[in-house]
């Protein structure tokens, strides 16, 4: 295995570092929150994401959210599948087409996801609160365009998986 000279993440004076390795720890902390509440409603990251993306968005369609969760429309069914099965989410015929099919939380999963994560979004807007109008506005900026950074590169990741599959030599049949 290769060694390393430094640390990817290294204590530092230099400001820039300073937030680079807590933008690091934070992602780190919400790995370990979205894990636990993973293991605490029986859903596999993937399905929480989805879970996730359709509570943020409300009711969609299952290609709406196989867009918004960058998986394949048959992947998403599965995902849906398995959501509704543990029941935190329901297919549903729209109000405006009935030959369309939404997807909505159920009032179990929006109860679940209160006790996850309510009290986190009340202490985080707590926080907020603290924040004039002008930190408030620099700090949408740069989530918005950190957002904007880490939706691109999972593309550019996905892509290298992607290739790396289509390279792996094939696995001894034994």
Same mark, same amino acid.
């Given at each position: ?69 960058? #998986? @394949? ?8 599948? &398995?959501?509704?099965?543990? !029941?935190? =989410?329901? $297919? %549903? /015929? ?41 930190? #408030? @506005? ?8 950190? &957002?904007?950074?880490?939706? !691109?590169? =999972?593309? $550019? %990741? /996905? ?16």
């Amino acid at each position: 295995m290769e060694q390393y000279d430094r640390p990817i993440i290294r204590v530092s004076n230099d400001i820039a570092e300073r937030v680079a390795a807590e933008i690091a720890q934070f992602q780190n902390a919400t790995g370990a929150v979205d894990e636990a509440a993973g293991a605490v409603l029986g859903l596999n990251p993937t399905d929480l994401r989805c879970l996730g993306q359709l509570y943020a968005r409300g009711p969609s369609t299952a290609g709406e959210l196989a867009t918004a969760c960058g #998986l @394949s429309r048959g992947a998403m069914t599965t995902a849906l599948d &398995r959501l509704e099965h543990a !029941g935190y =989410a329901k $297919r %549903v /015929r729209s109000e405006v087409d009935r030959r369309q099919v939404v997807v909505e939380v159920t009032p179990h999963a929006l109860e679940r996801m209160e006790a996850i994560w309510g009290p986190i979004a009340r202490a985080g807007m707590a926080q907020l609160a603290e924040f004039s109008v002008e930190e #408030l @506005s620099f700090l949408l900026d740069f989530l918005r365009r950190g &957002r904007e950074l880490q939706e !691109g590169e =999972a593309g $550019r %990741v /996905r892509a290298m998986a992607k290739a790396a599959t289509l390279q792996a030599p094939d696995a001894p049949t034994g």
